[in-house]
């Protein structure tokens, strides 16, 4: 009962703290559909897209849409760029970080053009946020626009992990903000850089900078993100070894963020007193924390917050040995790495970072190219002057002067040319690597994602059973209720058992990686090889109901017991098992019902010459399609796979023939004929 109270606390926290920041919102939309002139509609749409950034990403997103085609439609390229901005911040809440990169550059490629402020409204407009800068004049008002743009970059960086290109923007933005007089956003850039400061452990310059930001909110009078500053106060203390003063600016800094509706702070704020309670062991605060946060993550839709929520529980959990729910939040954080941090996403982010370097090259290039054209037409003219005044004293040295600068330029182009083909060339082995990686990937993901999709769906479907129990509860129908909390339970089994699935898929990775770690224990390898031949086949068994095949098992009841790693031996049998069921059974389709699959297990004990002792063979043959002279050489190379895209990783041979060769140093070896037959042997020093 304790345990539902704590849950039930989690599921109206949220409906509490947006209510005034909802009747905020609703008050100016309602307001913005009423508006006939276009301009008050731009400001309006502004304000809100504003408001729903840190609340709503999609909502923020949308409003955002609505300023760019009003400030098209106006030619306010200022306004076109403030809503670049905005949704290129809302697509980074998202976690979608090329198209944020992407659109963000859209916007500092319009206001870095000094052209952009001849058409800038200029006064005080109801509705309008503070932050905008439009009681400014126009250039200092593109200044602020470039300073913000900087730093909703800098942020993006930061959440890409490189803190030094994230402090490079951030310093951009200060600068900008600082010339334009723009206190709120200089505010708001000296608090989001305290954080880059800390992660690269630089300390004293965060707390300088957070100080700062403090000071800055005093002066200016906006303090819709006075609850982020006294959190990142909070951290810096934290980082400094202080932890009751950063304990003591955690629970100010979740008062200030909840009275102000900036719910990403509050967020923050309960994760960070959550890690708190846990390692003071008051559990109960800790969950009720984790489950705040949790609920408001959801609520905002923003998946950089649930994944350190999802991270939360994992950490509670284990600390809990509450296993269950530890494998439910791990499947939960493999689902959205999986489908928002994959390396398609980061690849696309490379390959987006990587054309702005080049370009941005390209500009510095070509102002070079035109400084050094306009010295050397100043240097020729003047030249030219001097060797007409003194044409007949001066003709070898202007002839030697002329060869000199023929020849340094050549030496210049050519240098150039060198440096070209350097970068070409690196850019060429990245590329190469990248796409290696991706043909790398590609397979696995796909794997994973299959139990994930049932993971996924009977979530959703406990969530929605979980709202009617409540009902059944709520209307005393307790016998409803309890037969759905056992179709809750059931549903709990599948999603354990289809997270177990995604964690075998995912530490087959791993143990691929590394030198097997199985402890030894004396086994008996006829019985491992039988139950190892019985659970691949009602594993194939229990995906395909059709599925059948003739088994045979020779076994030699002579050999004693060995001393392997069980756990690794079965391993390997199971990999050649599936492989063997799953060649019969493409050729079962392409034959049919002519072709009779079968598939025999042998193992025998061979004495070794000169008394060396004896090995054990384990066979296992198929009548299936066989393997390719052409490929048999590289059937144990890691990720290589016959199979086609997304039906196998290739890691199953290659993990195999690591434990066999490296882990009990046995051999394992495949004879085949293509069409016809496979057999694998396993040979184990006894």
Known sequence: ???????????????????????????????????????????????????????????????????????????????????????????????????????????????????????????????????????????????????????????????????????????????????????????????????????????????????????????????????????????????????????????????????LGYYRGVVACNLLLADYYSVAAKNDSALLSIGNAFSMSQSMNAPDLLLRSYTSFTKYYRSTHNTDSLVKFQAMIININDSLFNAKQSQQFQNIDFDEQQRQLQIAATEKQYKNKLQRNILLGSLGTFFLVALLLWRNIRHRKRSSIILQKQKEELEIALADLKTTQKQLIQS????????????????????????????????ELIDEMNEKFKLGKNEDAVNLAEDIKQNNAKINFHGKRADSIVKGMLQHSRSSSGQKEITDINNLADECLRLSFHGMRAKDKSFNVKTETIFDNSIPPVNISSQDIGRVLLNLFTNSFYSVTQKRQKLGEAFEPEISVKTSLKPLSGGRGAEVTISIRDNGNGIPQKVLDKVFQPFFTTKPTGEGTGLGLSMSYDIITKGHNGELKVETKEGEYAEFIITLPV
């Open 432 to 463: 190469e690597k990248m796409a290696s990686l991706g043909e790398l990937t590609a397979g696995i993901a796909h794997e994973i994602q299959n139990p994930l999709n049932f993971v996924n769906n009977f979530s959703e479907v406990n969530i």
């Open 1 to 259: 009962m304790h345990r539902f109270r704590i849950i039930l606390t989690m599921l109206l926290v949220w409906p509490i703290f947006s209510q005034a920041q909802r009747i905020n919102i609703d008050s100016l939309v309602q307001i913005s559909s009423q508006l006939k002139n276009d301009t008050s509609k731009l400001v309006y749409y502004r304000t809100i897209s504003r408001i729903y950034a840190e609340l709503n990403p999609d909502s923020a997103y949308y409003y955002s849409e609505k300023v760019l085609q009003l400030a098209q439609k106006m030619n306010f390229k200022l306004d076109e760029t403030s809503a670049l901005r905005e949704m290129g911040y809302s697509l980074l809440n998202r976690s979608n970080y090329p198209r944020s990169l992407k659109t963000i550059l859209s916007a500092l490629a319009i206001v870095e053009k000094p052209e952009s402020e001849k058409v800038v409204l200029v006064g005080e407009f109801p509705g309008d946020d503070p932050i905008s800068h439009r009681k400014a004049l126009p250039h200092l008002q593109r200044l602020s626009e470039i300073g913000f743009t900087h730093q909703i970059m800098g942020i993006l960086y930061a959440n890409s992990n490189n803190f030094e290109k994230s402090k490079h923007h951030h310093l951009l933005a200060r600068q900008y903000a600082e010339q334009s007089g723009n206190i709120p956003l200089l505010s708001i850039v000296n608090q989001t850089l305290n954080r880059v400061y800390l992660n690269l452990k630089n300390i004293d310059s965060a707390m300088i900078s957070i100080q700062r930001a403090k000071e800055l909110i005093g002066l200016s009078g906006y303090y819709r993100y006075y609850g982020s500053v006294l959190l990142n106060i909070g951290r810096t203390y934290a980082a400094m070894g202080n932890q009751p003063k950063a304990i003591e600016y955690y629970r100010e800094a979740l008062k200030s963020s909840t009275e």
